[in-house]
Nanobody, 129 residues
Framework: QEQLVESGGGSVQPGGSLRLSCAAP????????IAWFRQAPGKEREVVPC????????YYADSVKGRFTISRDNYENTVYLRMNSLKPEDTAVYYC??????????????????????WGQGTQVTVSS
């Protein structure tokens, strides 16, 4: 099922950039937290960035801090992930996910994946020379 619509993946050389988009045709994202997960073959799925609705805060995995930026355009009802200075280890399938609770974290850590209400189909990002 494709509840969110993702686009923008592709193949780039190391050091290149991509912008991923995540849109919600059936509902308004204003009150949702949005996260981008990625999963590489043989590795666990991990949260890359998350944008909270409750307090506007953001979370970035240490591996992407300073390189990736998540942003929300309420008029377009779309969330973007700008990825700069891409590295081969960024290669993965990227999924966007929306959580109606609206927050990325609790006092105990990140909101777990199984609490997200909507998911995109995934978009492949490949970084290689």
């Amino acid at each position: 099922q494709e509840q969110l619509v993702e686009s923008g993946g592709g193949s780039v050389q190391p050091g290149g950039s991509l912008r991923l988009s995540c849109a919600a045709p059936g509902f308004t994202l204003d009150y949702y937290a949005i996260a981008w997960f990625r999963q590489a073959p043989g590795k666990e799925r991990e949260v890359v960035p998350c944008l909270s609705n409750r307090d506007g805060s953001t979370y970035y995995a240490d591996s992407v801090k300073g390189r990736f930026t998540i942003s929300r355009d309420n008029y377009e009802n779309t969330v973007y992930l700008r990825m700069n200075s891409l590295k081969p280890e960024d290669t993965a399938v990227y999924y966007c996910a929306a959580d109606s609770w609206g927050g990325c974290t609790t006092g105990w850590g990140l909101v777990p994946a199984d609490e997200y209400d909507y998911w995109g189909q995934g978009t492949q990002v490949t970084v290689s020379s």
